[in-house]
């Protein structure tokens, strides 16, 4: 049963306010979001697959009146606990994950999702006879048009609770931090939560918990909890509305269950944290909110990552409302990498946010996409760009809603044009590049060709200049396969960086 709440603190002034961040001077924030791949984080808690089904809607059936939806492609991704997982990788941090799954084919598919990861030690217990948690999307135009659940949000077997607290005992002693990612589905029910606080208490290791339900006695003890307002409200019945209320709440949560600290995400309103050392509040961080899905993932990865790495509780927390500002200004359940994190901390680089890693890249392509845009692709080494190489790219704008740019990386360039090439290094090219509204993202690939490229971002429009043929594309018959077309760009004569480059010689 969850323990006395109190209704107020008379420690607190009743004119009190919550102190602005910045907190006592810390590390510098840069070096802070570098030092996260060090982390090495221990995850217990309910993995579930997340699949997503795109289609098109063109016509109601003959059997009922309900759209069909013509399947294009899908989608399955980690969620739930495995979402945590997803973004303490994504981060570079080295992560064992502990879970259950049912002897059926959603956790055959979660278990390859999971172990392919990279630096992730899965131990994925299997229940016989339960299914494993899954949740299937179908979205048609960007917009989700149905939900449909697979779950028994039953207790796992006892004797495999046994079990998975013995694993944990015996791996919470090789990382630095536990986190219990609790979605109400069986695997840290009755007593577990208790029990691995205490095996991590044995260990040496703080434990980050990621709560549900209303008694938050089963988590007694844990150095940070990290319920959202309406959470908050259910766990200790008192008001959330005001900042003095919250506090309050935070105050009576902390008390209650001896937690070291409180971290409530609060939505627009930021964030606010808790701890033996005071009240710090982390203003919002989203210049615009498109999705939650998965946030609260975030800021626990986030948070349990700067803690494993050594970083103060108040900068760790500063960290993960700035991902958390992050993943909710994109589209679907997205994750923050460590140049994201260091893109926002300097805003400073404009344009150059457009210039993205490859899987940043192929992540933002999926987010245009589930918008319902239409994304185009062309490529080339634009050494020097010229009105050629701008034409091309305004025509292949015209065909799309979001333009994607891929630059040969200078070793490419050396390999097909010679060892006096390229001229410009390839961060002045993708520079240039982006600095052009035409342009929606630019990204570099090593290989001669960008085919593997184009594989990975499954481009609707591919555009090419006419000295090409549509069968000499590279990639023209990927493109087509899955229902995209091949588009040749006028071009404008006496435009060329090699004869360029000749004059400039001569």
Not at 330 to 350: H, I, M, Q, S, W
Not at 431 to 460: C, G, K, Q
Request: hydrophobic share 45%; charged share 20%.
């Amino acid at each position: 049963m969850q323990g006395p709440v109190p209704t107020a603190d008379p420690a607190l002034p009743a004119d009190h306010t919550t102190p602005p961040f910045p907190v006592a001077p810390g590390p510098d924030l840069g070096e802070a979001v570098r030092q996260l791949k060090r982390a090495s984080v221990l995850v217990v808690g309910d993995a579930m697959l997340d699949r997503y089904v795109y289609g098109q809607i063109k016509r109601i059936s003959p059997e009922a009146p309900v759209p069909i939806l013509t399947v294009e492609r899908e989608v399955a991704m980690p969620g739930g606990a495995g979402n945590v997982v997803r973004n303490l990788t994504a981060l570079g941090a080295a992560v064992a994950f502990l879970s259950v799954v049912g002897d059926d084919q959603a956790g055959s598919d979660l278990t390859g999702l999971i172990g392919g990861q990279p630096g992730v030690e899965p131990w994925l217990l299997v229940q016989g006879g339960r299914a494993t948690t899954s949740k299937t999307r179908f979205i048609a135009s960007g917009q989700q048009i149905m939900r449909a659940d697979h779950e028994i949000a039953r207790a796992i077997h006892e004797r495999l609770a046994d079990r998975l607290v013995r694993i944990a005992a015996d791996t919470v002693a090789a990382t630095s931090v536990m986190v219990l990612s609790d979605y109400n589905k069986g695997v840290l029910a009755g007593e577990v939560p208790a029990r691995l606080i205490a095996a991590a208490r044995a260990a040496g290791r703080r434990v980050v918990v990621d709560p549900k339900g209303l008694d938050y006695g089963r988590y007694a003890g844990a150095d940070v909890i990290t319920p959202n307002r309406a959470e908050l409200a259910l766990a200790t019945g008192l008001p959330v509305e005001t900042e003095e209320e919250i506090v309050l709440a935070c105050r009576a949560l902390r008390d209650a269950h001896g937690f070291g600290a409180v971290l409530v995400t609060r939505s627009e309103d930021g964030m606010t944290l808790l701890d033996g050392d005071g009240l710090h509040h982390f203003p919002a961080e989203a210049p615009e909110v498109h999705d939650v899905s998965g946030a609260g993932d975030t800021v626990v990865a986030v948070l349990a990552a700067g803690m494993a790495s050594g970083l103060a509780l108040p900068v760790a927390a500063r960290l993960a409302n700035i991902a958390g500002g992050l993943v909710v200004g994109k589209v679907g359940t997205a994750v923050a990498r460590e140049n994201d994190l260091l893109e926002a901390l300097t805003p400073e680089r404009g344009t150059l946010r457009k210039v993205m890693r490859r899987a940043s890249a192929a992540e933002q392509v999926e987010r245009w996409r589930q918008r319902g845009w239409r994304v185009g692709f062309t490529n080339g080494c634009f050494d020097l760009l010229h009105p050629g190489h701008v034409h091309l790219l305004e025509q292949a704008r015209s065909w799309c809603d979001r333009l994607v740019v891929g630059v040969n990386a200078d070793t490419s360039v050396k390999r097909l044009k010679g060892p006096s090439r390229p001229i410009q290094q390839e961060a002045a090219r993708a520079a240039v590049l982006a600095s052009l509204s035409t342009v929606d993202l630019v990204t570099v690939f090593e290989e001669d060709t960008p085919v593997e490229l184009i594989r990975l971002l499954r481009p609707d429009v591919l555009v090419k200049g006419a000295d090409y043929a549509v069968d000499q594309v590279v990639g023209g018959e990927l493109v087509q396969e899955w229902g995209g077309v091949v588009k040749l760009a006028e071009l404008l004569p006496g435009n060329s960086t090699t004869a360029t480059v000749a004059r400039i010689r001569g």
